[in-house]
Nanobody, 116 residues
């Protein structure tokens, strides 16, 4: 089992930056994919970015060029650097992990609010 704890959310003005971090514990050796999802009020949860154990990354079109996902295998952390934030980026951001056996884990979520 993998436990995930996010940190780094908050309130920022449009055009600003935030960095989210997620620390994994437990059976971290089994993690293949780590990702960030977000859910805005009244909307479905959506993938923001993911990164595989090999370092391959994937981004939602809406964040390409603004957000960067990175992973530290030694520290079992995944981070999301968010630049040029816009009000439409306001959401609860969730850390996600999927193991090589396809079991999944979610963090508790961290609020990101971007004011106009």
């Amino acid at each position: 089992q993998v436990q995930l704890v996010e940190s780094g959310g908050g309130l920022v003005q449009a055009g600003g930056s935030l960095r989210l971090s997620c620390a994994a514990s437990g059976s971290t050796f089994s993690i293949h994919l780590m990702a960030w999802y977000r859910q805005a009020p009244g909307k479905q949860r959506e993938l923001v970015a993911d990164i595989s154990s090999g370092g391959s990354t994937n981004y939602a079109d809406s964040v390409k060029g603004r957000f960067t996902i990175s992973r530290d295998g030694a520290k079992n952390t995944v981070s999301l650097q968010m630049n040029s934030l816009q009000p439409e980026d306001t959401a609860v951001y969730y850390c996600y992990a999927r193991s090589f056996t396809s079991s999944t884990s979610w963090g508790q979520g961290t609020q990101v609010t971007v004011s106009s």
